[in-house]
């Protein structure tokens, strides 16, 4: 069975500039997080999707961050315009209903300049 | 708001010794799951054990075992017989059990060094 898959794998910009990752979760995984986490610390939940809805995004900070999930299945996570403070690796997870286990992309980390 | 608290930054162990790790939590709920993950240099963050806290039974994965004391909110994790490839970060986390609850709440990570 194929995991979660997240691309790119690296990224660096200058900060202003505009970002976008993507995460393909495990097939028939209804629910999809994204995960923030700066080095040296653990994740943090930024948004969670139910199917193509957003449950929590309470911690996403909105004036710069957007993330979208149109047909239920892929995802993209934006961040226009990027701060110094946005260095981090950001993690893709996907849940298995029967055991509400998560399972976690390979992440994405993001340098800015 | 839950918190998950781990006090070791990093913990050094030789290879075939044993290292324990500590976690603890607050919340107010007496429902929910805690958890250890491992996560190598890859980055892939991998399950490594997992307890529910309505079960006393400290759960047992391999060389991999919890100490789960639920009045002080305690969550420790155990590793035997340590391995080369046993090193990496290692987070403690945790679910309320509630429907809406299926986020994943980190500790800060302790690192794991093992010696050959």
């Known amino acids: 069975e194929a995991g979660v898959a997240q691309s790119p794998r690296y990224k660096i910009i200058e900060k202003r500039q505009s970002v976008a990752f993507w995460c393909n979760p495990i097939s028939g995984h209804a629910t999809l997080y994204w995960y923030q986490q700066i080095l040296g610390q653990g994740p943090k939940l930024l948004i969670q999707f139910q199917n193509n809805g957003v449950v929590d995004d309470s911690q996403l900070p909105k004036d710069r961050f957007s993330a979208e999930r149109l047909k239920g299945v892929d995802s993209t996570l934006k961040i226009q315009p990027a701060k110094l403070e946005d260095s981090a690796v950001y993690l893709c997870?996907?849940?298995?209903?029967?055991?509400?286990?998560?399972?976690f992309g390979p992440g994405t980390r993001l340098t800015v300049l | 708001a839950q918190t998950v608290t781990q006090s070791q930054p990093e913990m050094s162990v030789q290879e075939a010794e044993t290292v324990t790790l500590s976690c603890t939590y607050d919340?107010?709920?007496?429902?929910?799951?805690l958890f250890w993950y491992k996560q190598p240099p890859s980055r892939q963050m991998i399950l490594v054990i997992r307890?529910?806290?309505?079960?006393?039974q400290n759960a047992t994965e391999n060389r991999f075992s919890v100490n789960f004391q639920k009045a002080a909110k305690s969550f420790s994790l155990k590793i035997s017989d340590s391995q080369l490839g046993d090193a990496a970060m290692y987070f403690c986390a945790y679910r309320s059990a509630g429907a809406a609850g299926n986020k994943l709440t980190f500790g800060g990570g302790t690192r794991v060094l093992v010696k050959p």
């Open positions: 307890q529910e806290a309505y079960k006393q």
């Open positions: 997870a996907s849940r298995e209903a029967s055991t509400n286990e998560q399972f």
């Open positions: 919340t107010s709920e007496s429902d929910y799951y």
